[in-house]
């Protein structure tokens, strides 16, 4: 994946494009309730290639800003990660100004941590930008001070993933030669909301024991993500997307996250019929 983009103008500006990559969840056990209030998980981030686009350029004004396109964001530009990041440095390093400029292709609320992935990728680039020099061992702290995904993000590869979503392990997943759809439909799942309908279950045997021991033609089987039960009375869509994709030769299908996209795993070429049953959602395709 292309994830960095650095441009000198003619008046020996730097321009900073990045790529905030999305991801999936593989699996989602919620084991217990910690005393912050936040939750301990067990999941697998996969990264793919569904990308927004972040530009950073020296403020002609010399004002901070930042503007956003494409697909609308849920909050107001001020609560956005990418200020906080700004924000973040800017108390520490009292930075020059900036225009960061964010086009949203990812849709929110849809379990992709298309949010995270954006204050990722500008805590990098910002250090890029400024030749901060920071290391990755506090890139990673900055972002697990925005949100508990955006560790991830600071260098995304398949991992699994514990805690809050913070700790990590290296995880073997031979998945290259298959083929992956996403499809988001026109619905944002509240987190607080999912994760309040939840029943944690520590009491189980754990994801990496699950996955060591089975081919992903078993998955659908063993592979669960927490949230599929929580929230079917709800959102009944999700088992009527997982039917039909599972009917037309997915080998695995599932809630990403909290949802609320449905993806699919394929073997082999994804059946033209998936996009006319989904005429009416965002679709990404892709391999693994």
């Known amino acids: 994946m292309i994830y960095f983009v650095i441009v000198v103008n003619f008046a020996k500006n730097i321009i900073m494009i990045c790529f905030p990559c999305a991801k999936i969840n593989l699996g989602l056990q919620v084991t ?24 950073i350029v020296p403020s002609e004004n010399g004002k901070f800003s930042f503007s956003t396109y494409g697909l609308k964001i849920s909050c107001d530009n001020n609560d956005n990660l990418c200020v906080k990041a700004w924000n973040l440095y800017n108390n520490i390093y009292k930075l020059s100004p900036v225009e960061i400029y964010l086009y949203k292709t990812i849709p929110s609320g849809a379990g992709l941590g298309g949010g995270s992935s ?12 400024y030749h ?31 805690g809050k979503g913070e700790i990590f392990e290296h995880i073997d997943l ?6 992956l759809i996403v499809i988001i439909p026109d619905i944002q ?5 999912a994760y309040s309908l939840v029943k944690p279950d520590a009491n ?41 994709l599972y009917d037309n030769g997915a080998v695995y299908s599932s809630l990403s996250g909290s949802g609320s996209a449905v993806y699919g795993i394929f ?10 049953f989904f005429n009416n959602c965002i679709i990404w395709t892709g391999k693994l």
């Open 204 to 244: 189980r045997k754990s994801l990496k024991k699950i996955l060591s021991e089975i081919s992903i033609k078993e998955w659908k089987h063993f592979v669960v993500n927490d949230f599929e039960t929580a929230l079917k009375d709800l959102f009944p869509y999700i088992a009527e997307y997982k039917k039909f």
């Open 267 to 276: 073997e082999s070429d994804i059946p033209s019929d998936i996009f006319k």
């Open 118 to 129: 954006n204050a990722a990728f500008a805590l990098k680039s910002l250090n890029e930008f």
């Open 174 to 179: 031979n998945i290259s030669k298959f083929k």
């Open 32 to 55: 217990s309730k910690r005393n912050d209030g936040f939750h301990n998980i067990e999941t697998v981030f996969i990264p793919i290639a569904f990308n927004d686009v972040l530009e």
């Open 132 to 162: 901060l020099n920071i290391s990755d061992a506090t890139l990673k702290k900055y972002a697990d001070n925005l949100g508990s995904d955006c560790p991830f993000f600071i260098h995304p590869e398949i991992i699994l993933a514990r």
């Open 189 to 193: 799942i509240n987190t607080s909301l």
